[in-house]
């Protein structure tokens, strides 16, 4: 089906198609996001379609609403699709079985497209960014992943991913991880620090933990609170808005912490490049991001043992891992890292190696290769 005829029929039970400018290619790839908001799911799927092993597809992607992601999308040239509601009639689950050679689903969020592929002969890859307390939550609804046809992959994006998947449902799923290009490149003009900045880039979520750090800051010894600043950014997530006021508000009363606001993916890799140990006290998290983006900058990192990243981490040998939400512990590795600053480059270096052997572009576009076989 030639494009233009394509389209046509896709916008039949769609609200609004965005066209890229994109010439036709011979092969096609559906995407199929939960949305196109600011989220850590959509920021490493920006970063999966910066590829060059999807250079040969004309892609096509769906979400049921539109969002901050939009013109980054059809930037890349890809071609929007928002259709708010999952139901559709059976010639329109034709269209988009015949229709495309490859269809990625990003999050197990999009459960409820799987359903279209069942038992067919479409080439479906399902990314899982969730782990198992987040799965947990959707359970009630949650297809049972057992029962999935084969011509369904899933990949979850790290280790403590998979783990979950087996043991809530018995199911081996492969290893997908995120790849983070390289820009340790990328430089700006060093200046001699004579305060230690610690970097917490992350949405203000009870998931994020910034709560918790908080209150390790507040245990600082009056000399480690003048030698330590702590600068804070991320959005407030829907439903968060109170724990985001109550941060923010925190936050202004610490004498050594900032609270950035939202800042541009430009400007947060600006930060990296700044400071001198990125944070991540999550309650929850599946990886996140900024950590592993932290590492291909070479920088030391302090996590808890609740983030997915931990799974490749030792504990003062590639980074700082504490307990979840043992203020004390993070507190211990917080004074290390302000008094040991200076003789600390070969923690941050063995973390540079977690990034390299992990998450680099090479790295994931074999992962990508497996999983399509």
Known sequence: MLREKLISELLKEANKIYTSQNSEKSKRMLVIVPDLKLSGAMTVMMEMLDLAFWKEYEIYMISPEDGEYREKMVGKEINLIIRPYVYCSEEYRQLLRDSFDFVFINSAACYYYVYYFMNTKTKVLWWFHETKTQLETMQQEFLNLSLLSSNIHIGGVTPAVQEGVMELYGKKIGLL??????????????????????????????????????????????????????????????????????????????PNAEFLGTLEKSQVYEWYEKCDCVMAPSRVDATPTTIVEAMMFQKLCIVSDATGISKYMQDCVNGFVFPSENIQELLKRILLVIAERDHLSAIAQAGRYVYEDNFSTEVITEQLKEAMR
Request: glycine share 6%; aromatic share 10%.
């Open 177 to 254: 991880s995120m790849p983070i290009k390289d820009k340790k490149s990328i430089t700006i003009e060093k200046q001699e620090k004579k305060e230690v900045i610690f970097f917490i880039p992350a949405a203000l979520t009870s998931i994020k933990g910034q709560d918790i750090l908080i209150k390790a800051i507040t245990k600082l010894p009056e000399e480690y609170q003048r030698r330590a600043k702590f600068y804070f950014c991320g959005y407030t997530l829907p439903g968060q808005k109170e724990y985001g006021e109550t941060i923010r508000k925190a936050i202004e009363m610490l």
